[in-house]
């Protein structure tokens, strides 16, 4: 049975830090858009608040999330409890994206350990967070964390990295601009 909550408990805080892997979602205002829902690992996660958190985004084959958050904000994280006690957590939003060279970087980076490739930083205002049951989640056993992203990433240097994006990061699927082409940052 799903139960509704209007803020990231002390409990559900502990369960976030317990997951080594978590799900983005967005989606564009235009119905024939493409939802994407991304995964995400490598301890990228940081509870600001009850109501707010944040996770270092790092360069990537596509920028979906940040076009859709600079066209229309809405943003969805969910959890799954891999191991014993079973449970789904969701925390529904308004995300924003934090760019390098903006004013919130610093204070918002330093609470991350530096890791190649970093890109951007997804800020999320949370005002609804839902549990569920999550009996149908398989039991898996972590074995890693894969290190092929940052150890690429590493190996392109910023400018390689800066390249990169120009070309595959400053639009997305569906057209739709992302905060580096607006920032001119590609």
Same mark, same amino acid.
Request: proline share 6%.
């Given at each position: 049975?799903? $139960?509704?909550?209007?803020? %990231? &408990?002390?409990?559900?805080?502990?369960?976030? *830090?317990q !997951?080594?892997?978590f799900f983005v979602? @967005?989606?564009?205002?235009?119905?024939?858009?493409? #939802?994407?829902? /991304?995964?995400?690992?490598l301890? &990228?996660? *940081?509870v600001?608040?009850?109501n707010?958190?944040?996770?270092?985004?790092?360069t990537? &084959?596509?920028?979906? @999330?940040?076009?859709?958050?600079?066209?229309?904000? *809405?943003i969805?994280l969910m959890?799954?409890?891999?191991?014993?006690?079973p449970?789904?957590l969701?925390?529904?939003?308004q995300g924003?994206?934090? =760019?390098?060279h @903006?004013?919130?970087?610093?204070?918002?980076?330093?609470?991350f350990?530096?890791?190649?490739?970093a *890109?951007?930083? %997804? #800020?999320?205002?949370?005002?609804?967070v839902? @549990?569920?049951?999550? =009996?149908?989640?398989?039991?898996?056993?972590?074995?890693d !964390?894969? /290190? !092929? =992203?940052?150890?690429?990433?590493a $190996?392109k240097?910023?400018?390689?990295?800066?390249?990169?994006?120009? !070309?595959?990061?400053?639009? /997305?699927?569906?057209?739709?601009?992302t905060?580096?082409?607006?920032?001119?940052?590609?």
């Amino acid at each position: 049975m799903a $139960k509704v909550y209007d803020r %990231i &408990s002390d409990e559900l805080q502990n369960f976030i *830090r317990q !997951q080594p892997l978590f799900f983005v979602a @967005t989606a564009p205002l235009n119905s024939a858009g493409h #939802v994407n829902v /991304s995964p995400k690992g490598l301890d &990228s996660l *940081r509870v600001l608040s009850p109501n707010r958190v944040a996770y270092l985004d790092l360069t990537g &084959s596509g920028n979906e @999330t940040s076009a859709h958050l600079l066209e229309n904000g *809405r943003i969805t994280l969910m959890f799954c409890a891999f191991q014993e006690p079973p449970l789904i957590l969701r925390l529904y939003g308004q995300g924003a994206v934090v =760019l390098p060279h @903006t004013s919130d970087w610093q204070a918002l980076y330093s609470l991350f350990s530096p890791l190649p490739g970093a *890109r951007q930083i %997804i #800020v999320a205002e949370i005002d609804r967070v839902q @549990t569920s049951c999550g =009996l149908g989640v398989p039991l898996y056993e972590l074995q890693d !964390q894969r /290190s !092929q =992203l940052v150890d690429w990433a590493a $190996k392109k240097g910023d400018a390689g990295l800066q390249d990169y994006r120009q !070309q595959k990061n400053v639009v /997305s699927v569906d057209g739709l601009p992302t905060p580096l082409a607006k920032q001119g940052m590609g």
